[in-house]
T-cell receptor
Framework: GQQVMQIPQYQHVQEGEDFTTYCNSS?????IQWYKQRPGGHPVFLIQ?????EVKKQKRLTFQFGEAKKNSSLHITATQTTDVGTYFC????????FGDGTTLTVKP | DSGVTQTPKHLITATGQRVTLRCSPR?????VYWYQQSLDQGLQFLIQ???????AKGNILERFSAQQFPDLHSELNLSSLELGDSALYFC????????????FGPGTRLTVL
C-alpha cells in the first residue's frame, strides 16, 4: 500500500512564529487529507487535496499538493496557542494510511 | 461532536482476556474504520467495513476481529489480550467507501494489566 513520511516529528515554536509540516511519498498520490488531533482529543478533518499543484487556504493555514502529487505541506502563519496538537496527513487509496504526525507545541 | 459514538470510554482488563469495543457511525455513513493509536504513536489502520462488508484490511492481528451489523454499527473484538495491546482505539465513519472525509469518534482507551 501507499506509504507517507511526515516530517518533522516534533516542532516547538514561539507564539507568532510560522510552522510547516511536510508529507512525502515515493509514489504518486491520488489524494491527500490533513487532520488535526488536539491533546487528549480525536483526529478532526481539516482538508482534502486532489489536484496537482493545488493550494487551499483556511485562515492562517495553507495547504499545498505538489506538482508531481508526491508531497504535500501544511503551513501555519503566526501560530497561536490554539494551534497546538498533532497534524497528520492521510492517504485514501484502498487502505487508509496516516503519516506519523507532527506534534506542534507553541510557547506563549 | 463528530456524531460518531464509541463505547466504552475506558476499559481496564487483564492479559489473556477478551473485550469488545463498539462504534456507532454518523447518521447516513456507510463506512466504518478502526484505528489503533499507542502512546505518542500515529494512527495504525486496522480494518474498514462498508455497508456490512469488509472493504480494506490493515495490520490487524489475528487475535483481533471486527464486524459491521445491518444497522451499520460496528464492533471490534480483541482476544488473548497482551500488555502491548494497551492503546487508544478510534472508530471513524465516512459516507462512501473511498476518498470521503473520515469523522472520528472520541475513542476507547484500553488498558491491559
Amino acid at each position: 500500500g501507499q506509504q507517507v513520511m511526515q516530517i518533522p516529528q516534533y516542532q516547538h515554536v514561539q507564539e507568532g512564529e510560522d510552522f510547516t509540516t511536510y508529507c512525502n511519498s515515493s509514489t504518486t498520490l491520488s489524494n491527500i487529507q490533513w487532520y488535526k488531533q488536539r491533546p487528549g482529543g480525536h483526529p478532526v478533518f481539516l482538508i482534502q487535496l486532489v489536484k496537482s499543484g493545488e493550494v487551499k487556504k483556511q485562515k492562517r493555514l495553507t495547504f499545498q499538493f505538489g506538482e508531481a502529487k508526491k508531497n504535500s505541506s501544511l503551513h501555519i502563519t503566526a501560530t497561536q496557542t490554539t494551534d497546538v496538537g498533532t497534524y497528520f496527513c492521510a492517504v485514501r487509496a484502498g487502505k487508509s494510511t496516516f503519516g506519523d504526525g507532527t506534534t506542534l507545541t507553541v510557547k506563549p | 461532536d463528530s456524531g460518531v459514538t464509541q463505547t466504552p470510554k475506558h476499559l481496564i482488563t487483564a492479559t489473556g482476556q477478551r473485550v469488545t469495543l463498539r462504534c456507532s457511525p454518523r447518521s447516513g455513513d456507510l463506512s466504518v474504520y478502526w484505528y489503533q493509536q499507542s502512546l505518542d504513536q500515529g494512527l495504525q489502520f486496522l480494518i474498514q467495513y462498508y455497508n456490512g462488508e469488509e472493504r480494506a484490511k490493515g495490520n490487524i492481528l489475528e487475535r483481533f476481529s471486527a464486524q459491521q451489523f445491518p444497522d451499520l454499527h460496528s464492533e471490534l473484538n480483541l482476544s488473548s489480550l497482551e500488555l502491548g495491546d494497551s492503546a487508544l482505539y478510534f472508530c471513524a465513519s465516512s459516507r462512501g467507501p473511498e476518498t470521503d472525509t473520515q469523522y472520528f469518534g472520541p475513542g476507547t482507551r484500553l488498558t491491559v494489566l
